[in-house]
């Protein structure tokens, strides 16, 4: 293994570069799914039954095919039908899409575990059925869904290394390019992993803060024993 | 007793799965009347009291308010009968993640659309009015169950309701809670709310409503005041006396 100084300062320079795109990547990615993940999950459970079908139908073809086959289509297919995306759109799109599908399944959980008695009593105080599961229902699913939704968060994060297959400069490309050169696979790919290693503690961190400030009496992050 | 009453139904019927749950069942409540359903599980009583409201859409027979008939289908028109309804629940439906104040509070807001200002200050009046000015930060996971259904009962009352339904508002709670429940439902009653209960409490309610109907399979087979239906050879006495044998209670 090569730990010469000239080499290491080259290899950091190129994660780090590679990192700040990752995130780039990463961030929206993540807040795109979630979006989808409450749309869909809320059609799956409440909504009419022809947008219902169409929901479960995007559920099953996004987790049912190889997200590097979703990537090639949006990067290499869509330009067949004139829609044009560049590499960190195809790649922004592609991750939020399939992270919206496993997102929508645990939002689902979430509502389903709601007892119906919530939605009976907003009713009987004449709320609509929109008011209701968004101010009633969804703050309660969400907090129920979020040890599931930090799950595919956390997922995503080393899913976006496959960014590098269309084209994207991520970390993961970054660290295949500078091996292909140096040939030190070793090397390189034990810092890059820790890299993602680090990211996803600090996302742990980051969603365990979010649980901390979402908990409530009855919606602890954690439960002793009775 | 020409006028329309606060609350009518006339001719309900409703099926599910093929069995009649209620059969052409008509009732009125009148201003200030406290009318009490009683009769075995799975009579209708339950059934009866959430088609009032209109939570289950019954296939024939019409509701109306201050005789104004009631259209379902009016999403609007359903709102605000909903609003002058109010509902009180067997287990309570407090909405979990909210304080009992927040309870009392959000449909102020989200459905009445009052300021939050004016919202937070009726919250805190009707909280006042159920002894519980001093938990209104408290989650319905740390309240018992007593005070969730008082909670509750504020809740509904903050609507300005002009007619309460409640469904078996005691039945969930355990005996020594029973009282302070029982205590707002009285003051209620009292201060001149119109009220449809549907309960197991024979002696409380012997001594405070106006009526007792008798419900068994879906109809309202015997009707009339405590005074006329407790007596020997009736099924409202018959059943009145099995519950208060087996509670250890003295009837009312």
Known sequence: MNLDPEFLRELF??????LFVSLQLIIPSALLGIAIGIVVGIVRVYGPKPLRTVADGYVALFRGTPLVAQLFMWYYGLPNLGIMLSASAAAIVGFGMCSGAYHSEYIRGGLLSIKRGQLTAAQALGFSPVATIATIILPQA?????PGCGNEIIYLIKYSSLAHLVTCLDLTGEAYGMA???YEFTAVFLVTGAYYLILVSLATILLARVEQSLSLPGFERKRGPQ | MTDSPILGAANITKRLGGKTILDNVSLRLDKGDLKVLIGPSGGGKSTLLQCLNLLILPEKGQISLEG??????????????RQQVGMIFQDFNLFDHLSAFENVRIALIKVKKLSRRAASERAEQELARVGLSDKGGLYPAQLSGGQKQRVAVARALAMDPKVMLLDEPTSALDPELIGEVLAVIKDLSLAGMTMLMATH????????????MFMDQGRIVEQGSPKELLVPGTRTQAFCSKITELAGEVPG
């Open chain 2, 201 to 212: 409490q024979v002696g409380f309610s012997a001594q405070l409503a106006d009526e007792f």
């Open chain 1, 13 to 18: 320079s190129a994660l780090n570069k590679g």
């Open chain 1, 142 to 146: 969400i907090r129920r869904a979020l």
């Open chain 1, 180 to 182: 292909a050169r140096t």
């Open chain 2, 68 to 81: 104004r008939d009631i259209h379902p289908r009016n999403k609007r028109e359903l709102s605000s009968f």
